[in-house]
């Protein structure tokens, strides 16, 4: 089946903790981003990579690192998580980056940092 | 991108289509007209999109406005399972990155 999968769905961590949010996708797409979704400001972008090893800054970077070694992965980092990282987080996939593929969404990522 | 306008919320009984406007006034000739949708806390699923004219899928049709200027989005036999926020969003197609900008959306209860 073609899917966006993430792990973990939910975690609870602490200030300064260092994380990893994985996202994979099974389809051979060149494209994938990060969100994060928060109460009354929606989803915005926090990374994007075209392909295996171009990444670049997407609204909301501060805070985050992501990598692409391998075109179906693309983890998100947060170096020292804190309390205003607190989001749910989601990964999505498309053929490529232009407008016409639809971009296809993992099921999230629920992370609280105390 | 160009901005879109969606009422807050809407109704409609199970069984019937429910017609979901949008309006994009300002879109231009390169930007697409998608639609995605969020049940609960889930991840947005993707629904349909288009550039200029109608189109149809297993899940909706969508209905783009000569102008362009206006969309509906079609679910013909609405059920419970579609109660959802739905995201009207316009996307251009740059050649870069070309992100999905989400909205308010707009809040479908389906009703037994």
């Known amino acids: 089946e073609a899917q966006v999968t993430q792990n973990p769905r939910y975690l609870i961590t602490v200030t300064g903790k260092k994380l990893t949010v994985t996202c994979s996708q099974n389809?051979?797409?060149?494209?994938m981003s990060w969100y994060r979704q928060d109460p009354g400001l929606g989803l915005r972008q926090i990374y994007y990579s075209m392909n295996v090893e171009v990444t670049d800054k997407g609204d909301v970077p501060e805070g985050y690192k992501v990598s692409r070694k391998e075109k179906r992965n693309f983890p998100l980092i947060l170096e020292s998580p804190s309390p205003n990282q607190t989001s749910l987080y989601f990964c999505?996939?498309?053929?490529?980056?232009?407008?016409?593929?639809?971009?296809?969404f993992g099921p999230g990522t629920r992370l609280t940092v105390l | 991108d160009a901005k879109t306008t969606q009422p807050t919320s809407m109704d409609c009984a199970e069984g019937r289509a429910a017609n979901l406007p949008c309006n994009h006034s300002t879109i231009s000739g390169n930007e697409y007209v998608y639609w995605y949708r969020q049940i609960h806390s889930q991840g947005p699923q993707y629904i349909i999109h288009?550039?200029?004219n109608n189109e149809t899928n297993e899940m909706a049709s969508l209905i783009i406005t000569e102008d362009r200027k206006s969309s509906t989005l079609i679910l013909p036999h609405a059920t419970l399972r579609d109660t959802a926020v739905y995201y009207c969003?316009?996307?251009?197609?740059?050649?870069?990155?070309?992100?999905?900008?989400f909205g308010k959306g707009i809040t479908l209860s389906v009703r037994p």
């Open positions: 999505a996939s498309s053929l490529d980056q232009r407008a016409y593929n639809e971009q296809f």
């Open positions: 288009g550039l200029k």
């Open positions: 969003i316009v996307r251009a197609d740059t050649g870069a990155n070309s992100k999905l900008t």
């Open positions: 389809m051979n797409h060149e494209y």
